[in-house]
């Protein structure tokens, strides 16, 4: 039944390998369990209560992803769009967080609405295939830089340069380091379960070393989610003030939800001959019905999360390896402890080695189109260097159709890349900076 609904073996995979996957894609992003409601804390929304909306959130969304849209990408509140709201939106601009949630909603509904029209597939098969790759490769250099970042290899912020290396005499930076040449050994000899065996073996190595302290209990019951469930509110958000929240919202969720789909999909061999996702408008229906769901239980913008490239790496093919996630989401509610003990630096080296795997497009950029290449160029190198996907992208969606009407091949720019131009710039113009 399970091969029937999911086919499995059009895929190529396995119940087994989709099991693997599910659950490796769950432990390189279960962190978002703790981050995100820690994030929102400095928007003043309880830490608990938000906790639980972020699980649900990812639950219902990845859920969804696998029974209907059958993908292996998993769904959760986006790291990156939670700081905005919480530093940018609330504490600069002053909305309070519930009227962020309903700006949060308003962006869903539109995005759920340009789905249904078929506007944004129309929008996302515009896109050139070279933007494409370059996508697929800042989402891995992307991914790298968090990983570097958390595994403590590389510093930010270091007084003299923007990046500094770590301390690698430090005992978690060298559990990081072991972790990463484990894994890559695990996947020179094949073995399908490498990066969770990988993210398994440090993070056991670090409770034996007493780095990490074992949870207190295994098990206990969800705080309440009354104090954040259906508090969204939409007064006050039809001014001119509100209009570069809703915009950039708007612009980042979009931008954002298109890259990674596309990227994780380069990766899984899921793009069709001419470079386009087969009913790509399922998986955005997905997202945009998760950020709507997101905001009225209590959380921040949701969409396809870039980790789950560690379990396309593990194997998953088809949407079982999503209702696996979408699972362990669910039990964290009751198992929490256990599940927020994985430390940074036990999953870090799984997002360094998804990263660097993720580069193999490259190769198909032809770098004697310098039209073509410089686009694709400002992606990767923006997507990396200002530690955000969406104005690596929207950048990208600038500079293409001017290089190509500059170099005199405008004619070649297809019409939703010059919509898709307008509203990027529209993006850097109106961003709250």
Known sequence: MLDAYFRLKNHNTTIRQ???????TFVTMAYIIVVNPKILEAAGMPFGPSMVATILTAFLGTLLMGLYAKRPFAIAPYMGENAFIAFTVVKVMGFSWQQALGAIFI???IFALLTVLNIRTWLVNSIPEKL????SVGIGLFLTFIGLNETGMVKLGVPGAPVHVGVFTDAT???AIAGFLFTGWLMIKRVHAALFIGIAAVTVAAVALGKVEPPASLAGLPPSILPVLGKLEFSGLISVKAFPVILTMFVMIFVDTMGTLIGLSMKAGLLDRNGNLPEIEKPMLCDSLATMAGACLGTTTSGAYIESAAGIESGGRSGLASVVTALLFLLALFFAPLFTIVPPYAYGPALIIVGMLMLSPMRHLEFNDLTEVIPAFTIIVLMSFTYNIGIGMTA????YPLIKT???R????PAGLWVLGALSLLFFVFYPY
């Open 410 to 413: 405008g004619r070649e720019v």
């Open 396 to 399: 990208g969606f600038v500079v």
């Open 173 to 175: 930076v060298l559990l």
């Open 18 to 24: 989709e099991i693997l996957a599910g659950i490796t």
């Open 107 to 109: 962006s869903g509904a």
């Open 406 to 408: 500059l170099a005199g």
């Open 132 to 135: 494409k790759i370059g996508f």
